[in-house]
């Protein structure tokens, strides 16, 4: 009697938790059918690709234009709307689209768009008598990839894209332009290593700030970047290139009187069609290092070395580097540096053809390119932040690797100083506003030959910048 009581005790026992189990699986299967996240959720929760950017500039510059008149003050008002999107992952793929549309409201200067090409420099035809701002009318496609990431750590890119790695010394958007550089290829970020990324890249494309697309050869990207620490990194990189002409024939190689209306240099080369594939092999280390919560140390120290690829003139041989360092102490930071991008013995200098160069020799952009007799840049550099504010000053001493040939004769090394200043006001996360000058002041009267031909001076100039720009 009690064996028949206690098997039915245990029965009953079972058959609550077989009930509970059974009472369980409709929430489990509930939750398994949520509905899917859709590719509909995918956009709805993506990312703004949007901005707009008002600009005033305004440029004096001594010297003649190619019509051989004074040159005009520049004064341009122009509009960079870009307009995005970029959706969220959906089955590891997510897509990308921007459009750019540059405007102009006052076009007093010259863009330097590709129109008249005068001592095979690019020139505006019906505004040849401004000085220039490289901001030409532009409506296009910016930027439009896919990303894939079906493979952790990993995302593979492909499509147009704007690619910015390290300081932008090589590679960069050259974003303070309104029509920004941006490339066409396939692009590889991996993150698998401890404290490691490895960017990959091979770029068919490349549209210029000029509107102009280059598409006569092939960039291939390497860079490696190991993290030392939050703040320091140690990077490897490797940049070959295959395009033959990217613009700087003359720009690289000299531009001295020739015949037929080709460009000759200094050695009796013709130079405006010269082979500018090259290959570029460097290591960085670059840091703040963090010794209290108020004082930090900065360094940098870089070296790379250039010389020609895949038929590249035979003339592409220099080194970069770059020395300094300093300390920044609360909202204050000092440092000093220097910069040299060497001579092949004034045939040729070091270039950085892919790199955004507005933030390097100074915001007057006298050297975009260098000159054959090459840089060697001496600047201090002071920033100062105050809630809202950031404060910014620079002073540069510039000088060439090799002496070079002055004006009336006799040889120089000064090309001169700059210094640029600047303040920077965030009005709410959205709305930022930027007042920026900068002055270059010629000392030695460079010129490419020798005696009176002042072909190539670095004239005195001032610029004045205004922006607002407001981001989504």
């Keep these: 009697m009690q064996s028949n009581a206690r098997f039915a005790l245990r029965q009953a026992c079972y058959g609550s938790l077989l009930g509970l189990a059974i009472a369980s699986i409709p929430t489990v299967q509930a939750e398994e059918a949520l509905p899917e996240y859709t590719f509909l959720d995918a956009i709805k929760t993506g990312k ?71 001592n095979s420099v690019s020139n505006q035809p019906d505004k040849l008598d401004y000085a220039k701002i490289v901001d030409p009318d ?40 309104q029509v920004m550089q941006v490339f066409d290829g396939v692009t590889l970020l991996n993150k698998s290593l401890p404290d490691t990324e490895i960017y990959l890249g091979h770029i068919e494309r490349v549209k210029q700030i000029t509107t102009k697309v280059r598409s006569d050869g092939a960039l291939e990207i390497a860079n490696v970047k190991y993290r030392i620490s939050p703040t320091e990194s ?89 020395l300094g360092g300093g300390a920044a102490y609360g909202n204050f930071s000092l440092r000093a540096d220097q910069e040299l991008l ?12 892919f790199g955004t160069n507005h933030l390097f020799q100074g915001w007057v952009d006298k050297f975009l390119t260098t000159p054959l007799e090459g840089i060697k840049d001496t600047f201090v550099t ?21 002496h070079f040939n002055t004006v009336g004769g006799g040889f120089g090394d000064k090309y001169g100083t700059e210094w640029n200043a600047a303040v920077t006001y965030n009005v709410n996360p959205h709305l930022m506003t930027k007042l920026e000058y900068g002055k270059f002041s010629e000392k030695d009267q460079y010129t490419a030959l020798p005696g009176n031909n002042a072909g190539g001076r670095v004239r005195d100039t001032e610029k004045v910048w205004l922006t607002l720009m407001y981001t989504f």
Excluded: C, M
């Excluded at 504010?389 to 690797?401: N, R």
């Design 48 to 118: 703004n690709l949007t901005s707009f950017r008002l600009r005033y500039e305004n440029v004096e510059q001594d010297g003649n234009a190619p019509t051989g008149q004074p040159l005009k003050d520049a004064n341009g008002l122009t509009l960079r709307s870009l307009i995005g999107w970029q959706t969220a992952p959906y089955h590891n793929f997510s897509f990308a689209g921007q459009i750019i549309d540059v405007s102009k409201f006052q076009d007093d200067f010259n863009d330097s768009t590709n129109g008249t090409r005068i």
């Design 138 to 177: 532009n409506t296009g496609i910016n930027q439009l990839y896919v990303d894939w990431t079906g493979i952790k750590n990993n995302r593979v890119r492909l499509g147009r894209q704007q690619i910015n790695l390290d300081n932008v010394r090589f590679i960069g958007d050259i974003a303070f332009r």
């Design 234 to 322: 140690l990077v490897g990189y490797g940049y070959f290139s295959s395009f033959d002409d990217l613009g700087f024939g003359r720009a690289w190689f000299g531009n001295a009187a020739g015949t037929g209306g080709i460009a000759a240099g200094k050695n009796g080369n013709i130079n405006q069609e010269a082979d500018q594939g090259n290959k570029v092999l460097g290591v960085r280390l670059d840091g703040v290092h963090i010794f209290t919560p108020d004082w930090k140390g900065l360094y940098t120290a870089e070296y790379a070395k250039q010389t020609d690829y895949r038929g590249g003139d035979s003339r592409i041989d220099a080194h970069y580097y770059k």
């Design 342 to 353: 060497s001579s092949n013995n004034g045939r040729y200098a070091f270039q950085t053809p």
């Design 382 to 402: 002071a920033t100062y932040k105050v809630g809202d504010f950031l404060f910014f000053a620079d002073y540069h001493l510039i000088k060439s690797d090799e």
